[in-house]
């Protein structure tokens, strides 16, 4: 499945952005899609994922409680809603499938998007 992300940009704290990530070539259905980010000198970290066959989603310590991932059938999109925001948030924001075992394991997703920089301002 290729991967198109999107949504990022710049925001101020307490402010809220959505990020979707785009399937083509082949639908979710079967997979798991999840989102990781990237902070400048940092290793990459999970965010949240779903689970397409029953729209289950995950969240990491990072996201609960602000974040919501959810997945559109007829658009072949999934979003990750990101509200108040903090400065600890700026990174790149990538969207990953696959079928996996461990839905928090990157090393499991096979697909991956071209990432989108979220910057957020204090």
């Known amino acids: 499945v290729q991967l198109q992300a999107s949504g990022g940009g710049l925001v101020q704290a307490g402010g809220s952005l959505r990020l979707s990530c785009a399937a083509s070539?082949?639908?979710?259905?079967?997979?798991?899609v999840a989102w990781f980010r990237q902070a400048a000198g940092k290793e990459r970290e999970f965010v949240a994922a779903?689970?397409?066959?029953?729209?289950?989603?995950f969240y990491g310590d990072s996201g609960k409680g602000r974040f919501t991932i959810s997945g559109d059938n007829a658009e072949n999109t999934v979003y990750l809603q990101m509200n108040s925001l903090k400065p600890e948030d700026t990174a790149v924001y990538y969207c990953?499938?696959?079928?996996?075992?461990?839905?928090?394991?990157?090393?499991?997703?096979?697909?991956w998007g071209q990432g989108t920089l979220v910057t957020v301002s204090s």
């Open positions: 779903v689970r397409w066959s029953d729209n289950s989603p």
């Open positions: 990953a499938a696959g079928q996996v075992t461990s839905i928090t394991s990157m090393r499991e997703y096979d697909s």
């Open positions: 070539r082949r639908t979710f259905a079967g997979l798991a």
